[in-house]
């Protein structure tokens, strides 16, 4: 099982959703958007899916699975691969559920916020219309990868831009 940093920790606890991709009995892939409800150091995401469609046929099929994000702003993004394991919604933690209700009650006030702000998006609320969750998926990362492209790591460290030798014309002593 691959350990994650904090700064990993950090980046996924912030996003709203993640892209997860499966892959079905003919090769073919699936995305799927989902919300991550808890991911620790050790390499484990807890994810809950409401819906039991695709995504739980393929992972019947083929336990393999990726988990994507990005940040669009700072261009940066993670994908973690590992491997899914399910857990039926009788057998999901009550501090789970919690903590998904949670999340989803963080992000309603989020779009609350911004629609006072007039920064005008979905003119419903979609997060109170979202069925319960049927079951969790429990991913073991194997891998990490950085889709940082390399060429900016050197630049961006600790969340802020650093002088390189591509903007002050001097080599970096790394």
Request: aromatic residues 6%; glycine residues 6%.
């Amino acid at each position: 099982m691959a350990r994650l940093n904090d700064r990993i920790l950090q980046f996924f606890r912030n996003q709203g959703c993640v892209i997860i991709s499966t892959v079905d009995k003919n090769g073919l892939p699936h995305s799927a958007c989902k919300g991550i409800v808890k991911i620790n150091k050790n390499g484990r995401v807890y994810l809950l899916d409401l819906y039991r469609a695709k995504t739980r046929d393929n992972l019947r099929y083929n336990a393999y699975i990726s988990i994507t994000a990005v940040d669009e702003h700072k261009f940066m993004g993670y994908c973690l691969k590992g491997k899914a394991e399910m857990t039926p919604r009788k057998n999901i933690p009550p501090a789970v559920i919690r903590a998904w209700e949670a999340r989803i009650a963080g992000r309603l006030t989020q779009r609350l916020l911004k629609n006072i702000h007039e920064e005008k998006g979905h003119p419903r609320h979609p997060e109170v219309l979202l069925p319960e969750p049927q079951y969790m998926i429990v991913v073991e990362v194997k891998e990490i990868v950085d889709l940082t492209p390399q060429h900016l790591k050197k630049e961006f460290k600790h969340g802020q831009y650093i002088r390189s030798e591509r903007n002050t014309g001097n080599r970096d002593s790394d």
